[in-house]
């Protein structure tokens, strides 16, 4: 999403040769949008609509008023969401204004700069020690290793601004200081960063309980060291179509056996598979869940993501998973940290 708006707007009654000079300094969408004096937005102006109003007659002292197309798309701030941004997405628009309850324009959704904007808290798991990737890791944290140009914590954080995510929560206790330092508050990302450390180790997602409020009803969790291109749009939808309590993203693991199963009925041979090969649905460490359930976390205490899964299972809530359909690379060992630098080289 786009911060600083001005570029684009124009008022309703401005010379046309002031929009042809507007228009020149946004060449990648050649929008600009239209507001009247009291900052209502009434319109759209491109290349094509002062060529259309040329041909009508209009001239260059003429306003931009009489060149603009008064029906253009846009979002009231309550109906953006990812279904409706799908939906207008899919007409071709570029720059998508939302507007507030008076027609103004509250922010813009830069389509070159991100897929949709998700209605997310993120929480980013980053206070492991990275024992398996020693030495690398013993004056560096696991998130701060490089991956192609970028650390791993930042390639999670730019794939999630993809998806429009802007409030971020990332807990620390390793070398907390260096990670703090390299991320900052967010705010060249054009993203809010706030920071939790943990004096004692609270398991997978025991610091958690030290968040006091979230500005979104669900939130997103994952590990800060994994690598992946989850289609976090198409996560989110599943979730909210299936009306889940929790969503655990899934990657298949395989397991090759060597030799022939016997498939048996107590000590009778029924049938047998030569050297079978199984798939499952393993943990992924990335999870979307409604922030209320994250209130049975107990404070400062530690609480791993099994402990959390397992207590909804007991209660009875709705648990769903998710495939990932794309890679999914847990950093733990140093063939993996490897492996993810190869792939880096193509992405």
């Known amino acids: 999403m786009m911060n600083d708006i001005s570029l684009h707007i124009i008022n309703s009654s401005a010379n046309i040769k002031e929009a042809f000079t507007k228009l020149n300094d946004v060449p990648k969408s050649l929008t600009l949008f239209v507001l009247d004096d009291n900052g209502k937005m009434t319109g759209t102006l491109t290349d094509g609509d002062i060529r259309r109003g040329f041909l009508k007659g209009c001239s260059l002292n003429d306003c931009v008023e009489k060149f603009m197309s008064g029906q253009f798309y846009y979002l009231n701030d309550e109906e953006t969401n990812p279904a409706n941004i799908r939906k207008v997405k899919n007409k071709g628009i570029r720059l998508l ?42 004056d560096l944290p696991k998130p701060l290793l490089p991956v192609g140009n970028k650390p791993i914590i930042e390639h999670n954080i730019d794939h999630l601004c993809y998806f429009g995510i ?9 070398l907390a200081d260096k990670i703090e330092r390299h991320c900052g508050n967010g705010s060249p990302k054009g993203i809010s960063i706030q920071y939790l450390r943990e004096t004692e180790p609270l398991g997978t997602i025991g610091a958690i309980s030290m968040i006091s409020e979230f500005a979104h009803n669900h939130v997103l969790v994952m590990n800060a060291d994994l690598f992946t291109n989850i289609d976090l749009e198409d996560f989110y939808l599943d979730f909210i179509d299936k009306d889940a309590d929790m969503s655990i993203a899934t990657s298949p693991y395989s397991v090759d056996v060597p030799y022939a199963v016997l498939n048996l009925d107590n ?18 460490g990335i999870y979307l869940i409604k922030k209320e359930l994250l209130k049975t976390i107990p404070l400062n205490k530690s ?21 990932i359909i794309g890679y999914w690379i847990d950093i733990g060992k140093p063939e993996d940290y490897q492996k993810v630098q190869e792939i880096a080289k193509h992405i």
């Open 97 to 138: 204004p939302v507007l507030d309850m008076q027609g103004k324009i509250k922010r813009v959704i830069d389509f070159s700069k991100v897929k949709t904007v998700l209605p997310l808290d993120a929480v980013l798991m980053a206070g492991g020690r990275g024992e398996r990737l020693r030495p690398l890791t013993d």
């Open 166 to 174: 802007s409030n971020y929560f990332l807990t620390l206790r390793y």
């Open 267 to 284: 000590h009778l041979v029924k049938s047998f598979r030569e050297k079978p090969s199984y798939t499952f649905h393993s943990n992924a």
């Open 303 to 323: 609480f791993n993501a099994t402990d959390f899964i397992q207590a909804l299972l007991d209660s009875g809530k709705k648990v769903i998973r998710y495939p």
